[in-house]
């Protein structure tokens, strides 16, 4: 075990080094500039960066920002975090969707070409709004999928608390998670009692660190900030965005980047939005949203379907930039085709599963794959404007399901099965 455990390690590290060739160099924003709410210069002692965790309620990542705070009050400096945390957490993601792959040579070398020409092009077209925070969707999630795999392998209880770990700080890392948190541990908890030998420690192990991180926190923000739900007070705002053309009156409320500047110039400081102001006021936008959409619920579900297309699309424009070349033309086309591989796995092997009797989502390579497909509706719905940054997020999880697409082609890597949803 211990060769193997020593071989697996190589392995992700000499893959991750792939990876790094493409993406090194690239530079990403940290999460405590977010909508540069934040005056960093304020920050001195532990004590300052406690208080600033009993007051956050808005779009910053929690976790990460807490330990990017800690190490700027010990450096007064974040190139940690901004350049070379970023480009690892990149290629450990891509390292880990040709990991996840049946262990067929030609298969894993295929998804690594490919994974190469995505990282490649996809960290130029992230430059258009490069949180820090996106790459780790990926990374979580993936690492998330391993770790219940090595549970199945070899019972272990640290194993599911380390994927307990991994879901709890994905769900705190990009707020719509709190959707699928529920779906996420009604999975494992009917996989656990399916097949665990000793299901209260297993379900012990799983969920004490999800209810310690992610319902901690969540605990906290509805004591703490209006019985707010959701670790965002601004969703109403991103929504706005994406519904801003199904209705004049949705268009026409106030923007959240209209709000007043506290301070103006290089040393751009935006209003605080860890308010109860900004809250009601994207709790009446999503309100106003819902309300429309419930009036028209046919010229509704048109305008998710244009959504959805949009994002099927690949733009890659973000703001001032937008990226060009033969290079991009064929990342978009790549894109595209991983969406509708996506979607048509996910159906076909919901299909097959149920047909031969089984749960689909106790096989994690559908489960994987509908996930995915369910975090694209969620951020289609919910945003606009930034499609290649959550295209960016999720970019090793398409091409971790594009892997498994081929490999149930018949004969595919010297697959020799037919089977559309290989366990």
Same mark, same amino acid.
């Given at each position: ?125 992230? @430059? !258009?709004?490069? #949180? ?5 969707? *990926?990374? &979580?999630?993936? $690492?998330?999928? =391993?770790? +219940? ?50 299901? @209260? !420690?297993?379900? #012990? ?5 999800? *209810?310690? &991180?992610?319902? $901690?926190?969540? =605990?906290? +923000? ?61 709790? *009446? ?139």
């Amino acid at each position: 075990m211990g060769i193997d455990r020593c071989g697996n390690v190589a392995r992700l590290l000499l893959i991750c080094a792939v990876f790094l060739v493409p993406v090194w160099g690239y530079t990403a924003t940290s999460a405590v500039t977010w909508m540069r709410t934040l005056d960093l210069e304020t920050f001195r002692t532990a004590a300052d960066v406690r208080d600033y965790l009993a007051g956050l309620r808005t779009g910053i990542p929690p976790v990460l920002s807490t330990l990017e705070l800690l190490w700027w009050i010990n450096f007064r400096d974040l190139t940690l975090f901004s350049k070379i945390l970023y480009p690892l957490t990149v290629a450990s993601a891509f390292a880990l969707a040709v990991l996840i792959q049946p262990e067929r040579l030609r298969l894993r070398a295929a998804v690594l070409i490919l994974g190469l020409f995505l990282a490649h092009r996809g960290v130029a077209v992230h @430059a !258009g709004n490069p #949180a820090n925070y996106d790459p780790l969707f *990926a990374l &979580l999630t993936l $690492g998330y999928f =391993l770790l +219940v795999r090595a549970w199945l392998r070899d019972r272990r209880p640290g194993r599911l608390a380390a994927a307990g770990l991994c879901l709890s700080l994905l769900e705190l890392t990009r707020p719509f998670m709190i959707f699928l948190l529920p779906l996420f541990l009604a999975v494992e908890t009917h996989r656990i009692a399916r097949t665990a030998p000793g299901r @209260a !420690g297993a379900l #012990a192990a799983f969920f004490i660190p999800v *209810a310690i &991180l992610s319902g $901690g926190w969540h =605990l906290h +923000v509805w004591l703490a900030h209006d019985h707010q739900i959701t670790w965002t007070n601004v969703s109403g705002f991103n929504l706005q965005r994406a519904w801003e053309d199904f209705d004049p009156d949705i268009r026409a409320a106030r923007r959240l980047e209209e709000l007043p500047r506290v301070r103006e110039g290089a040393d751009e400081l935006w209003a605080d939005l860890n308010t109860s102001e900004v809250y009601r006021e994207s709790e *009446a936008l999503k309100s106003l949203i819902v309300a429309r959409i419930l009036g028209e619920p046919v010229r509704a579900a048109g305008h998710i379907l244009d959504r959805l297309a949009v994002f099927a699309s690949a733009p890659t424009r973000m703001y001032d930039r937008d990226p060009q070349g033969i290079g991009i033309l064929a990342y978009r086309a790549v894109v595209t085709v991983l969406l509708l591989t996506l979607a048509g796995y996910a159906a076909i092997g919901a299909a097959v599963l149920i047909r031969r009797g089984c749960w689909p989502w106790l096989d994690q390579r559908w489960w994987l794959a509908a996930s995915t497909l369910l975090v694209v509706i969620l951020v289609s719905v919910g945003e606009r404007g930034e499609e290649g940054r959550f295209i960016f997020s999720i970019l090793p999880m398409l091409l971790a399901v594009g892997g498994f697409a081929l490999a149930s082609v018949p004969n595919s890597g010297g697959a020799g099965t037919s089977r559309p949803v290989p366990r």
